[in-house]
């Protein structure tokens, strides 16, 4: 994942997210070079929903959290 996360992407964030709700797998934020609180608030609303239906959704960053 790379770029802005903010509320100009919030709707293709969602999209793409969207597919991934049953699924294991692993957000990396290492491209991510803007996020505010819409973007926190996508994610986090929807590893919610992956982790009710069964999913998985860890994430790794590089970047903007200095970790």
């Known amino acids: 994942m790379g770029g802005e996360f903010d ?3 919030a709707l ?3 999209a793409v ?3 991934l709700t049953q699924r294991r797998c ?3 934020f290492g491209h991510v070079t803007f996020l505010d ?3 926190i ?3 986090t ?3 919610r929903h992956a982790v009710a ?3 998985h959704l860890p994430h790794r960053d590089r970047g903007i959290w200095g970790a």
């Open 7 to 9: 509320i100009a992407t």
């Open 12 to 14: 293709r964030l969602r």
């Open 17 to 19: 997210l969207a597919p």
């Open 26 to 28: 692993e957000l990396d």
């Open 37 to 39: 609180s819409t973007g």
């Open 41 to 43: 608030n996508l994610f």
């Open 45 to 47: 609303r929807h590893r």
């Open 53 to 55: 239906a069964g999913g």
